[in-house]
């Protein structure tokens, strides 16, 4: 009877080690996932500030050419 109380705490003591190790690797892609995401947001407030300084440029060479 106690081999068997003792095989289920094995048990149990194994299901919780997975669970961790489950909620860890979750943690691990949902703060990868937001780095990814903070980048891609600075990539594109950069590239919106690019097209607007060409947009500049661009106002500047029409003005200079009239």
């Known amino acids: 009877m ?8 094995e048990i149990v003591e194994q299901e919780r080690q ?3 190790s ?3 690797n979750t943690a ?3 703060a ?3 780095i990814e995401n903070k980048k891609k ?3 594109i407030t950069q590239l919106t500030q690019t097209i607007a300084n060409l947009n500049i ?3 500047k060479l029409k ?3 009239n």
């Open 28 to 30: 691990a892609v949902l």
């Open 57 to 59: 440029e661009i106002a």
């Open 63 to 65: 003005g200079g050419v």
């Open 32 to 34: 990868q996932l937001t």
């Open 22 to 24: 489950t909620e860890k």
């Open 41 to 43: 947001d600075l990539l």
């Open 18 to 20: 997975q669970e961790e």
């Open 2 to 9: 106690k081999s068997i109380r003792i095989k289920d705490l």
